[in-house]
């Protein structure tokens, strides 16, 4: 082949290079509209503007996207991050792209989001709010068609664990008590010196023993002069001498003592009951309405609650007596292992099979309708470690300088606004809203 065959290939195939992308330019125009023309041309032959802009979260990397959203409520990518440079240690100086012609950078301003991958980040994505209120709804409808079924299977098995484990779990309550002696001890010592002795006796000499003299001195004064009313001094001082004297009989004023309480003092503490009670109420109410009183006892609680060695020792005894006491589970494995509990959990599942599989396919997606595009976001999130940072530019009000836009981190949350997933074609579409 000569020198101007060669050319005359190599001039037919860069032709038929143009002319595929000039098809693959109006394909895309057909399908998508004056937006993604636009974007599709700014991309292909340059028109895009360079931007730069400070990153006071220091966090985004090369490549992270900007949204925006239409009017029409469709995200969209209208630039990206294309470099970072250090500006000291206040803000990064970051260098952007945006290409989209149809609107100025100037005109908004962008907004920081980022998802961390964290727990409460995944639960937001899969479980937007009307997904909640549908699994509700569905779990709602199956325990109202189950739930006396339910509740006549697994109630009983629940009181014989609660009915066979309160005494193996009080007996290795009294061990683990016995154990920590010497901490209950010095615990019981020191709240003494810091807690009883510094502030509960100083308030209730200040505060409630006035209440006390308030309401129950004059029920008990009127107790004691009908008691002493009652009393006889000459039948307790014979007795008295009595006792003294050298005679086989003894013991005669105890068993006055005795006779006197039995007949004569309980009848009056009888007929006074009313009034003592009355006393009481008032003695409470009264107690419990102070302000001082509810102050102190508060602080005290809070400070007995906050307690380093009370935490410590507390968290002991109830790991001892509930985590680590092999009989209580020996117990709960026997019941919960029993030929009833088989029974009811098998027929749990058989009810609520329907229902998971539901609540599965709202989660994760169908054969039918494909993987759900919550899913897919935190799977790409998570296994792939896509979609953790994005830009979204939003209109703004004044006016901004074009040499250095500012980045402001945001105080909302959002998931990723765009997902992508396989269209049928097999190529990529993009789709969802936050």
């Keep these: 082949m000569n020198r101007t065959s060669r050319r005359s290939l190599g001039i037919l195939f860069w032709c038929l290079i143009t002319l595929s992308l000039f098809y693959a330019y109006s394909a895309t125009t057909r399908s998508s509209g004056s937006d993604h023309r636009n974007e599709f041309a700014a991309f292909l032959f340059g028109n895009s503007t360079h931007l730069v802009a400070s990153?006071?979260?220091?966090?985004?990397?090369?490549?992270?996207?900007?949204?925006?959203?239409?009017?029409?409520?469709?995200?969209?990518?209208?630039?990206?991050?294309?470099?970072?440079?250090?500006?000291?240690?206040?803000?990064?100086?970051?260098?952007?792209?945006?290409?989209?012609?149809?609107?100025?950078?100037?005109?908004?301003?962008?907004?920081?989001?980022?998802?961390?991958?964290?727990?409460?980040?995944?639960?937001?994505i899969m479980l937007p709010a009307e997904k909640?209120?549908?699994?509700?709804q569905q779990l709602a409808a199956a325990f109202n068609a189950h739930g006396q079924e339910f509740s006549n299977a697994f109630v009983p098995l629940v009181q014989q664990s609660i009915e066979e484990s309160l005494p193996v779990i009080e007996e290795e309550f009294r061990k683990?008590?016995?154990?920590?002696?010497?901490?209950?001890?010095?615990?019981?010592?020191?709240?003494?010196?810091e807690v009883v002795s510094d502030r509960?006796?100083?308030?209730?000499?200040?505060?409630?023993?006035?209440?006390?003299?308030?309401?129950?001195?004059?029920?008990?004064?009127?107790?004691?002069r009908d008691v002493w009313n009652r009393a006889s001094v000459w039948r307790f001082g014979w007795r008295a001498v009595y006792d003294r004297a050298p005679?086989?009989?003894?013991?005669?004023?105890?068993?006055?003592?005795?006779?006197?309480?039995?007949?004569?003092?309980?009848?009056?503490?009888?007929?006074?009951?009313?009034?003592?009670?009355?006393?009481?109420?008032?003695?409470?109410?009264?107690?419990?309405?102070?302000?001082?009183?509810?102050?102190?006892?508060?602080?005290?609680l809070k400070q007995l609650s906050n307690d380093p060695e009370a935490q410590a020792l507390v968290k002991a005894v109830l790991k001892e007596t509930l985590v680590d006491n092999q009989n209580v589970r020996q117990v709960w494995?026997?019941?919960?292992?029993?030929?009833?509990?088989?029974?009811?959990?098998?027929?749990?599942?058989?009810?609520?099979?329907?229902?998971?599989?539901?609540?599965?396919?709202?989660?994760?997606?169908?054969q039918q309708t494909g993987i759900d595009p919550m899913f897919a976001r935190v799977l790409r999130n998570q296994i792939f470690g896509k979609d953790r940072r994005w830009l979204v530019a939003r209109h703004r009000t004044d006016t901004a300088s074009e040499e250095l836009i500012q980045i402001v981190k945001a105080t909302d949350s959002m998931v990723y606004?765009?997902?992508?997933?396989a269209s049928e074609t097999g190529s990529g579409s993009e789709g969802g809203r936050p």
Aim: glycine fraction near 6%.
């Design 55 to 124: 990153d006071p979260t220091k966090t985004l990397q090369k490549y992270d996207p900007v949204f925006r959203q239409t009017e029409e409520g469709v995200w969209k990518q209208s630039g990206y991050v294309t470099g970072l440079r250090s500006e000291g240690s206040s803000a990064n100086r970051i260098g952007l792209t945006w290409y989209d012609p149809t609107l100025s950078a100037s005109e908004f301003e962008l907004v920081y989001y980022r998802n961390a991958g964290r727990l409460e980040d995944v639960v937001r």
């Design 132 to 136: 909640r209120l549908r699994i509700q």
């Design 176 to 193: 683990s008590i016995a154990r920590h002696h010497a901490e209950v001890e010095h615990l019981a010592d020191r709240w003494n010196d």
């Design 200 to 224: 509960l006796i100083p308030l209730a000499r200040q505060e409630i023993l006035p209440i006390v003299r308030q309401h129950g001195q004059p029920t008990a004064e009127a107790i004691g």
């Design 247 to 300: 005679l086989p009989e003894q013991n005669l004023v105890q068993e006055e003592w005795r006779r006197f309480v039995e007949q004569e003092a309980v009848p009056v503490f009888e007929r006074h009951v009313d009034e003592i009670v009355e006393s009481v109420q008032k003695i409470l109410a009264e107690t419990a309405a102070n302000p001082k009183v509810r102050s102190e006892l508060a602080d005290v």
């Design 333 to 366: 494995g026997r019941v919960w292992q029993s030929d009833e509990a088989k029974q009811a959990i098998e027929m749990a599942g058989e009810r609520m099979e329907p229902v998971v599989r539901k609540i599965g396919d709202e989660l994760f997606g169908s």
């Design 417 to 421: 606004p765009v997902v992508y997933l």
